[in-house]
């Protein structure tokens, strides 16, 4: 058996040897016949996209700031009057603490600021003495009151001369009184320090202000553009040098951007150097947070 498959197998491979040297002889005696199709050959790779730019660089946009918001106080939040995404101006009030014994004292001191019964007093008085001074000198010339109650009007009259600066000492200290108590009541009330957008609320009304942190605000009017140059772009840029930014999808668009910072230490890791470009955001067109490309600009 084992013999019988032997013969087979090179009968088949003589076959296969013979065909491959009889076609060169057909083809030459007979023209039409067809060579033997070739092989497949591999699609063509796909066009290579081109590098970028070797003057552009890769960065992210950033806000000029991110503020969290707190309070100089433990109390309770009494309102919250903004929430994400609401935009906020600078100095507006954001929040408040419960100041329920800050008013009363507000009212309190304002009521004795506006006192001034005791000034009529002391001034009716003061009148009255100087009054009763000038008659007994005039007797004091006619010998008809004696020097010790001359002595003793002229003592009268400092007396309420200094009765009458006491009680204008007090209305001014009442004035003091009531702008701390003003001022106290200020502090329950938490104030945004920049124009921006609110990007975390933290405590809501009812909550108890400890830790104190309350609201997180961006600053997104003008935007920070943060770029990592490579060492051999040292000397290159310049605080004030202009320059294109280009964001990711979808944003898009070039918008015009000024160098504000050049870092002057490199960062021996990684080869590169911090640049800070500042881009004006007036219309709030652009988000935070993007990526994007640079080109800059010459001189």
């Avoid at 057909?26 to 067809?34: E, F, M, T």
């Amino acid at each position: 058996m084992m013999r019988r498959t032997r013969a087979l197998s090179a009968a088949a491979a003589w076959l296969i040897f013979a065909s491959a040297a009889v076609w060169p002889a057909r083809a030459l005696a007979d023209p039409g016949v067809p060579p033997p199709r070739p092989a497949a050959s591999p699609p063509p790779a796909p066009p290579v996209s081109p590098a970028a730019s070797a003057d552009e660089l890769d960065c992210v946009i950033e806000p000029r700031s991110r503020i969290t918001l707190s309070s100089p106080l433990q109390a309770v939040v009494e309102s919250v009057s903004v929430d994400r995404g609401d935009l906020v101006q600078k100095g507006q009030v954001v929040a408040t603490l419960e100041s329920s014994v800050e008013r009363a004292a507000v009212a309190s001191a304002a009521a004795r600021a506006r006192m001034d019964g005791r000034i009529r007093s002391r001034q009716a008085k003061l009148d009255f003495s100087t009054h009763g001074l000038e008659r007994s000198t005039e007797l004091s010339k006619k010998n008809a009151i004696s020097v010790q109650q001359l002595d003793e009007a002229e003592h009268e009259k400092r007396a309420a001369e200094g009765d009458l600066l006491d009680a204008r000492e007090d209305k001014e200290l009442a004035g003091f009184e009531l702008e701390r108590a003003k001022a106290a009541l200020e502090l329950r009330s938490i104030r945004s320090p920049v124009k921006g957008v609110v990007v975390r609320r933290i405590l809501s009304p009812g909550e108890f202000a400890d830790p104190p942190q309350i609201l997180e605000i961006a600053e997104i009017d003008p935007l920070r553009v943060e770029v990592f140059a490579p060492v051999s772009w040292l000397g290159r840029l310049h605080v004030g040098q202009r320059a294109y930014v280009v964001p990711e999808a979808p944003a898009g668009g070039s918008y015009e951007a000024k160098i504000t910072v050049v870092d002057r230490v490199v960062d021996a890791a990684s080869g590169t150097y911090g640049v800070r470009l500042e881009l004006p955001n007036p219309s709030y067109a652009l988000a935070a947070g993007l990526r994007c490309r640079v080109r800059f600009l010459g001189d």
